[in-house]
Nanobody, 120 residues
Framework: QVQLVESGGGLVQPGGSLRLSCAASGSFFSINAMGWYRQAPGKERELVATITDGFTTNYADSVKGRFTISRDNAKNTVFLQMNSLEPEDTDVYYC??????????????WGQGTQVTVSS
């Protein structure tokens, strides 16, 4: 029983900023890595950024220097600060969490997706 709830998507102008949030809730032992992915219509979901429970980050080349992933472990929340947004960033963004359950097995959990549109 794990749920990921996303917020913060919307419409912004090129060069603008947006901050996505994703909070995990439910019954689990701990959260390992968390990340953000995005998916365009008809395309496969692609990695945007990940962050481990030790706060090690990884970014897709296309967003390096523009996006910042962070997390608040006390709130089981991961954030994606998106700056200098480009029209090419327009996608549905999905939160992901690698969660350790009470039986110590890891499962992958996904948010419902939030639309980010960069246009002017």
């Amino acid at each position: 029983q794990v749920q990921l709830v996303e917020s913060g998507g919307g419409l912004v102008q090129p060069g603008g900023s947006l901050r996505l949030s994703c909070a995990a809730s439910g019954s689990f032992f701990s959260i390992n890595a968390m990340g953000w992915y995005r998916q365009a219509p008809g395309k496969e979901r692609e990695l945007v950024a990940t962050i481990t429970d030790g706060f090690t980050t990884n970014y897709a080349d296309s967003v390096k220097g523009r996006f910042t992933i962070s997390r608040d472990n006390a709130k089981n929340t991961v954030f994606l600060q998106m700056n200098s947004l480009e029209p090419e960033d327009t996608d549905v963004y999905y939160c992901n969490a690698d969660i350790r359950m009470h039986d110590f097995r890891f499962i992958g959990s996904w948010g419902q997706g939030t639309q980010v549109t960069v246009s002017s």
